[in-house]
């Protein structure tokens, strides 16, 4: 696969899953905790992309995203 590809699909895919996450907070369903998972999988996806492309700022951003997600992760699963 080549770079190109790979960083669309951690694009594409990321920011469906953080609208997803987005969603899922904002619908007050009880559906937090799947909400944040998703919200930490989105993050892997964009730091991945931030790595490849050398966004060092945009992957510190994901860095403390992955640590809300985290927290809301344990915040919610008690």
Known sequence: MSRGVFVKICEVTGSALAIAYALLLASNTGYEVLGFAILL????????WATIDRRWAFLVLQFFYAVSAIIGLVRFSV
């Open 41 to 48: 999988i989105s993050t892997t996806l964009f730091a991945a």
